[in-house]
């Protein structure tokens, strides 16, 4: 664990950055559908691309706690930023737990810097939830494998210069870790589609096709070990995903409460401010009770990974709970704005269109109740 200075150090420094740089911009950047070149760049100076890379590889060294941190800090001022480094994170940790030796020392050291940006591809147009269900192919040909196949929903994945794929292989499903120039094209790889989305605008989401496009065996995450495992290295790495997805709940949360519960006290309807009135009073007790239970469920499901290495559960009750009441609480802070929530003037609409995406990604809030139900079962099965 790092120790509590360090972390709360780091978190505060970039609370004190997204204050300063971010939340000025945030809104047109998103408008615009601008990618935040320069707070990127920023955000590669602060170490943000390496926070728990061990330090041996040039990353921080920090817990998943320390992650989580930030990650509520990046999207209380603009959650993109945080999907940013999200998949990179996944990337980089598939590496540190699976990945070979050779692999970590090739691929890290350049990650943590963000000179090679990290993503993550399983989702397909036809295996999205139903994961196991995914047809890219790797067929083996002497030293290198050969990928055909259409991926979807990749974040990052244009700018990316490391993908890790799920592809089938003649084991099973295997992760390859899958080198590529940043840009539309690269070798067999394109970017045949950037998809439009509501919100978590300024960073791509784009559709990858795979023709014949070779890899050398060496890509395979773990190396010949690690073939037909890649599914369960990827869905071990999305239990970390669910935890940030949690974490980034709270921080569109926060900013929505925090800002409704600043509006409510200076705007004044029938002679006294709405703080006044109890129908507002009892939305803004609803709100804040929420809130903090999102945030203690997220870092207990923390706390519980990197203690004992498994928290699937408990990943999926933050992840589920805190996405439901970032969505509520995105809705409550626009009504107690009235009017002017609805406006392009405040950021309230932006939390509202951002807020969605977390009951979907990383594992649908249906899905995140079928795995936490699995596990209470399991837990309490009567012999
Ligand atoms: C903006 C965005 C970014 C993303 N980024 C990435 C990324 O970087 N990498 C990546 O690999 N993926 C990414 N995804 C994909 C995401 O993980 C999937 O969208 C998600 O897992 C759901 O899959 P689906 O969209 O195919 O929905 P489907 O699986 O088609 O589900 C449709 C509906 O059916 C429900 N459903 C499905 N199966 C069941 C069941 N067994 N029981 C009950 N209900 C069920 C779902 O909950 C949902 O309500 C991203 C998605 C979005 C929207």
Redesign the pocket.
Known sequence: MTDPETRAELVAGVRRWVEREVVGIASDLEHADEYPAALVQQMREMGLFGITVPEEYGGLGLDLLSYIGVVEELSAGWMSLS?VI??HHIAAGLLVAHGTEAQRRRWLPRMVTGELRG?????E???????RNISCRAVRDGDEFVIDGT???????ERAGLVAL?ARTEEGITCFMVEKEPGPTSGGITVSRN?G?LG?KGLE?VEMSYTAHRVSADAVLGGDAGLGHGLSAILGGLEVGRINIAARAVGVARAAFEAAIAYAQVRETFGKPIAQHQAIQHKLADMGTKLQAARLLTEHAAVLRMTTGRADVEAGMAKLFASETALEIATDAMRIHGGVGYTTDLPLERYFRDAP?MI????????Q??VIARGLLQRHAID
């Open positions: 999907g999200n998949t993503c993550l591809s399983l989702s147009p036809d295996a999205g939830s139903d994961t991926k979807t929903w990749v974040t990052n994945g799920a998809i989305k978590y989401t995406l979907i990604g990383e594992g649908t809030n249906e899905i109740r079928t």
